[in-house]
């Protein structure tokens, strides 16, 4: 069983286990996208002598207020607590980024670990009324593999990865 660091430990899969931030990679974030704003910034007022710098100046005026915005959103999310993202317990699964509801086990048909997520197909009734976040449908738009009816779970910037991931929803999903 994963714990809330990430580290196997064989726990009983009856308590609800939550998996938390991981505050260095949440923090790099965070800097890697102030950085890339800054350097966005000093490209939009330059000007530009040589092809290379004409084409920084030009890509500049993309980048500024695309990693503006994911600043601002990344700022956000580090520093208005909201507790542990994902939470498994034996009634169902939460991913607090994705949507605000638990998800019973029972409207969950296919849990399969893809590269860096985690999908969970959920029955397409239950998928329907299910109110997907922002960024869980901007996700989703970015895989061609990702249906309506999926939840795809980024272990990006968690305390595990997606192997450890699997293996905590699987033993809790064979107990319900």
Not at 23 to 50: D, K
Not at 95 to 117: C, M, T
């Amino acid at each position: 069983m994963t714990d809330q660091t990430g580290n196997n430990e064989e726990r009983p899969a009856t308590a609800e286990t939550h998996i938390n931030r991981d505050w260095a990679r949440s923090l790099s974030l965070l800097v890697v996208c102030v950085g890339i704003v800054a350097a966005s910034v000093y490209g939009v007022q330059s000007e530009p002598g040589s092809y290379y710098e004409h084409r920084f100046h030009s890509g500049s005026f993309i980048m500024l207020p695309i990693f503006s915005v994911l600043s601002v959103f990344v700022l956000y999310r580090c520093f208005v607590p909201w507790g542990a993202p994902v939470r498994i317990s034996a009634e169902g699964f939460a991913d607090l980024r994705a949507g605000k509801e638990e998800i019973p086990w029972n409207e969950i048909s296919n849990v399969v670990r893809k590269g860096e997520y985690v999908s969970l197909t959920l029955r397409r009734k239950y998928a329907r009324s299910y109110s997907f976040s922002l960024t869980q449908k901007a996700l989703k738009a970015s895989r061609k593999s990702a249906g309506p009816t999926h939840l795809l779970v980024a272990a990006w910037c968690l305390k595990t990865n997606s192997h450890h991931l699997l293996d905590t929803i699987a033993a809790y999903r064979n107990k319900s």
